[in-house]
């Protein structure tokens, strides 16, 4: 069984989406000494402006983070569990793409 070129690629974009992820998520907490989570939106103003970039790159962690301590915790439905994984994996997609794209843009200059 051989994978197609695409597929090679979609599963080499993912994974780098999903270790980018981590990696901002892990840097924020490191240097903050807080948990990257959503609630950095709620405090408004230039906080809140200043944490979209960190959100949108490290969302699919945080989603994923957040989705296996409520299954641990809480007791969450494994649908609900299945359906956070995938929006995350899409997430990470997302961002592992534009990442390739932003390095390619950079070592071509």
């Known amino acids: 069984m051989s994978l197609s070129p695409t597929a090679l690629?979609?599963?080499r974009t993912l994974c780098i989406g999903l270790a980018l992820s981590g990696l901002l998520a892990s840097?924020?907490?490191l240097v903050a000494a807080r948990r990257?989570?959503?609630s950095l939106l709620e405090r408004g103003g230039f906080l809140a402006v200043a944490a979209l970039p960190l959100l949108a790159?490290?969302?699919p962690f945080i989603i994923l983070r957040?989705?296996?301590?409520g299954r641990r915790i809480e007791g969450r439905p494994f649908p609900f569990?299945?359906?956070?994984?995938?929006i995350a994996c899409g997430w990470s997609l997302v961002s592992g793409?534009?990442?390739?794209d932003?390095?390619?843009m950079i070592v071509r200059v």
């Not at 957040?66 to 301590?69: F, H, M, P």
């Not at 569990?81 to 995938?86: H, Q, S």
């Open 66 to 69: 957040n989705t296996v301590r």
């Open 81 to 86: 569990v299945m359906l956070a994984t995938m």
């Open 97 to 100: 793409r534009v990442a390739l």
């Open 102 to 104: 932003l390095a390619a």
């Open 27 to 29: 840097a924020f907490e």
């Open 36 to 38: 990257a989570s959503f």
């Open 9 to 11: 690629d979609s599963l």
């Open 57 to 59: 790159f490290s969302a």
